[in-house]
């Protein structure tokens, strides 16, 4: 058996080798230079993206004081899920922190697939409500500041 | 030439940046830094024929400091006594803050564009604000209760960073007593704190709306209020159905500055009321 | 023969009568400013006498290159317009708005003794009558108009000129700005080699030939003058294509030539300050030790000054590129939608005056291609 990439080890490895199949049939890689926006908040959200190589920022821009960098996604980490969850309209903007390829699973070819095969949907979300969940306990360590003095 | 004016016409013509003396009738203290200051026109004649629309601004002039816009935060019911909701941002706001019962300022106004009440009078209403982004709706939620058999069911969801810097507690209760739901929360609470925390974006999960008859105002920071947005974009409510107030460095408040445009619009003139369908292809772009 | 013109009439003059019109017009109580030759431009000053105007010489412009230089002909007008505009006088740089006066513990407002004089605009050209144009409908047309602008607005004598050439920088023809006067005047002339062709515009224009020596212009004469605009039509070389826009700006935002331009720009504020429609302003406060007495001052400023789009917390745009892309889009797109016109008039100032010589043609062009990333 082939080697495992480092971004095959990620979120892909949740999944079955028939359901990580089907997910790649629906998906096409990107490339993006240093500092290039993978995607603009506001966006109209399309694929489903995981890191295979290179850094990603996840970022809010906020009025008069720039854009801020509130996670950044490594090799095998999953962003942009915002192409399966209403109103899929990206909620953050994505910019390659250095040279980096995307694997982007098309949201809409991707909801078909849950839809029509019950048993994929659930690992897919599943394997999705896994990473959010973590994601939102970082976040809720963040806002507890817990670092703050006094 | 290409202008027909005519020396009379200019002969008439007011200076709208000329202001008129205003006296501080009152000054209550609402949150952290932040006051309401009450005033009312010296002459007799203007405090008498000043009216204004909910959303509406004027410019508060303090000789030597300078002039800032802010929103008219008490009932336009009673117009003559304009309240003015402020917080210290700068020079001009923390001049403001040092003035007495008693002192004078200069007063110009009212300007902007207003909030659509006439269209809420057959929808629900969702009125949504963030810290200091209260006071211009105020006077929405007093004119309603004025009124309270021309609306239908009326929502306020508020927030700010701490208790500290909610405004208006005190009149929470007056307005729930008069139909409105009212839910607050905090981003960070204190030891104190038994209410609500989460960010003022997450109180839509509170409610339950009806998309085809509901009607959000929303006022707060500009980050906030695109979060506010998307919530109310996810319960599928159109985007002419989503009202916000805008806010740009103003310096004149007659469009002649230049300073407040946003793409075409002029937030002195078209705004700072402005629904969401209007500014769309502009809002949320980056520096712009 | 009647001793003035008709108006709508066009008559001729010889040049050198064109000091009696000067002298009417003193007489008439305006204040004559026109163009001079100081510190190697032609700019707007106070004056009184033909020989003042820049007899002889004529200029080069280009992308960030001024040059005056003599051209050898016995010629008034002999050159384009210089980095002044009229919004000098009609706009002032600075200008007190009022006083206030602690009296008796109260705050008196007062309005300001600025005195308004009655200007006669002299040599006037196409693309400024547009510009004037556009500036009347921003200050105004709307719910709100600046009583200053209105006092010396309504006040102004224009004698205008028809170019006799264009400038490299030059785009009127695509604005649709010029190069010919088509109205707004009260007197324009046409410069041909012994004498002047005038057209009068308006009664007041047709007074100020009194006791001139005139003559109805001749169909030769008339040709020649023709002659005069259809050259410096045929001069004109750069071009801006407007059919696509506002939209063309508008979908746009994004696109890479922004930070391509941001690379070059300095965001030194020239092309606001010789722009002759750019009409942005602030106001300057002072007061006096006591804090007895306040002055407020409107001053000119600009979308490039980082200030500008201050509101608590910072800048809305803090970088070179958005102030950039604020600029061009309002000047040629958003200006479209708020006032109905253009904000543009092809004089090419901009594009001449920029230290490093970036051109909006050039850039409108640019960011029409599709981008490639």
Not at chain 2, 51 to 64: D, E, H, K, S, V
Not at chain 3, 39 to 50: T, W
Not at chain 3, 184 to 193: I, R, S, V
Not at chain 3, 246 to 256: A, G, V
Request: with cysteine; aromatic share 10%.
């Amino acid at each position: 058996m082939a080697e495992i990439t480092p971004w095959q080890g990620g979120f892909l490895a949740n999944f079955s080798p028939r359901v990580q199949e089907k997910l790649l049939s629906v998906a096409e890689t990107f490339q993006y230079k240093a500092g290039i926006d993978v995607f603009h908040e506001g966006d109209p959200s399309l694929y489903l993206y995981i890191v295979k190589s290179g850094h990603v920022a996840v970022e809010v821009h906020i009025p008069s004081k720039g854009r801020r960098t509130i996670l950044t996604a490594s090799p095998g980490d999953v962003f942009g899920w915002s192409a399966l969850v209403e109103p899929r309209i990206e909620t953050a903007s994505a910019r390659a922190v250095e040279e980096a390829e995307v694997l982007g699973i098309k949201g809409g070819a991707l909801m078909d697939l849950c839809r029509e095969d019950s048993a994929l949907g659930f690992e897919v979300y599943r394997a999705l409500a896994e990473v959010i969940m973590a994601r939102l306990i970082a976040t809720r360590l963040q806002l507890l500041d817990v670092f703050a003095v006094g | 030439m290409s202008v027909a004016i005519s020396p009379a016409d200019v002969r008439m013509m007011r200076d709208p940046m000329l202001p008129n003396p205003a006296v501080i009738r009152a000054i209550k203290p609402e949150a952290n830094g932040i006051s309401t200051f009450s005033m009312e026109f010296v002459d007799a004649d203007e405090a008498a024929a000043y009216r204004f629309q909910p959303g509406q601004f004027n410019m508060l002039y303090l000789p030597g400091f300078g002039e800032v816009a802010i929103s008219l935060s008490s009932s336009p019911v009673e117009p003559r006594v304009m309240g003015h909701t402020v917080r210290v941002a700068g020079s001009v706001t923390r001049a403001i803050s040092r003035l007495k019962v008693g002192d004078l300022v200069g007063v110009r106004g009212p300007y902007g564009s207003s909030w659509p009440l006439e269209k809420a009078t057959d929808k629900s209403l969702v009125i949504v604000a963030g810290g200091i982004g209260l006071a211009p709706l105020r006077p929405v939620v007093l004119s309603i209760l004025h009124q309270r058999d021309a609306f239908g069911r009326v929502v306020l969801l508020y927030g700010a960073r701490t208790p500290g810097d909610l405004l208006y507690t005190g009149e929470f209760d007056q307005w729930q007593k008069g139909e409105i739901e009212v839910h607050v929360t905090v981003d960070l609470g204190d030891e104190h704190w038994r209410g609500d925390v989460g960010v003022v974006p997450q109180l839509f999960y509170r409610i339950r709306v009806d998309h085809r008859q509901t009607l959000v105002l929303t006022c707060g920071p500009e980050i906030m209020m695109r979060f506010v947005i998307y919530e109310a974009l996810a319960r599928r409510i159109p985007k002419d159905a989503i009202v916000l107030s805008m806010e740009r460095n103003m310096k004149c408040a007659v469009g002649f500055c230049g300073h407040c445009q946003f793409g075409p619009t002029f937030i002195c003139k078209q705004g700072p009321v402005l629904s969401f369908a209007a500014i769309e292809p502009f809002f949320g772009k980056e520096d712009f | 023969m009647p001793s003035l013109p008709r108006v709508a009439g066009t008559v001729v003059i010889s040049k050198l009568a064109l000091q009696r019109v000067f002298h009417n017009l003193r007489d008439a109580g305006f204040s004559l400013v026109g163009p001079t030759v100081q510190d190697g431009a032609v700019v707007l000053e106070e004056i009184a006498r033909i020989e003042e105007l820049p007899l002889g010489w004529t200029d080069e412009q280009e992308p960030g290159r001024y040059r005056l230089k003599s051209s050898g002909e016995p010629e008034y007008f002999g050159y384009g317009v210089g980095p002044q505009s009229w919004k000098k006088f009609l706009l002032p740089p600075r200008l007190g708005l009022y006083s206030a006066v602690k009296e008796n513990g109260n705050w008196l407002f007062q309005p300001p003794q600025n005195s308004a004089p009655h200007y006669a605009f002299i040599g006037v050209r196409s693309c400024e009558l547009h510009a004037i144009s556009i500036q009347d409908r921003v200050l105004l047309s709307g719910e709100f108009r600046d009583p200053h602008y209105a006092r010396r607005r309504e006040r102004i004598f224009v004698l205008a000129v028809n170019c006799g050439k264009a400038n490299s920088t030059c785009f009127c023809t695509s604005m649709k700005t010029g190069p010919r006067v088509t109205g707004g005047f009260d007197l324009a002339l046409t410069e041909l080699p012994q004498v002047f062709v005038i057209e009068i515009g308006s009664e007041v224009g047709s007074e100020m030939l009194r006791d001139t020596p005139w003559e109805p212009a001749s169909a030769f004469n008339l040709s020649r003058a023709a002659q005069v605009s259809e050259r410096a039509e045929r001069e004109v070389e750069r071009r801006l294509r407007t059919d696509d826009l506002p939209k063309s700006l508008y979908d746009n935002l994004e696109h890479p030539r922004w930070d391509e331009v941001a690379t070059r720009c300095l965001s030194c504020a020239n092309c606001t300050q010789v722009c002759p429609t750019c009409f942005c302003v602030t106001v300057e406060d002072t007061c006096n030790l006591k804090a007895t007495a306040a002055e407020r001052t409107r001053v000119w400023d600009s979308c490039f000054v980082l200030d500008f789009s201050h509101v608590f917390g910072g800048n809305i745009r803090p970088s070179i590129r958005s102030r950039y892309r604020q600029w061009l889009t309002h000047k040629l797109a958003s200006w479209i939608d708020q006032f109905g016109t253009s904000g543009c008039v092809g004089c090419g100032r901009c594009i001449t005056w920029c230290p490093v010589g970036i051109d909006l043609t050039e850039e409108v062009n640019a960011l029409r291609e599709k981008a490639v990333r």
